[in-house]
């Protein structure tokens, strides 16, 4: 275990539905050589408890939100909370979400997550 603070990320986003419903998954990597496990995060203003413990470079596919697609892009918070294990201490990595507009032939217009930005450095929480 090291004195330096992991660094874990979002580093892909797959978004799948349309006007009505939108499921988007994120692959969240752990880039430190400390194993970590993620225990929580929001996007699109839902916030949610998890369990994901990762070894050094390990990936997970998350199902991040489902449901009624944003009308339009002004929710472009996403952090997750992260546990160091060996010490328990806890860190919070933000990210910047950035969407897609999407326009079905009805007409009809809404938002999809296509990527999520670090923000700096992960920091104690």
Known sequence: MSDTIPEVRVERVDTNGNSSRIDVRARVRNQSSDRVEVIEYEVLGKRQGVSHH???????????????????????????RFKRLGDGRIFRVDHEVRYDCRTDNNGNRWYEPSHMDIQGRAYPN
């Open 54 to 80: 990762l070894d050094a470079g390990q990936t997970v596919d998350m199902m991040v939100y489902q449901g009624v697609p944003p009308m339009d892009d002004n929710q472009r918070r996403m952090y997750l």
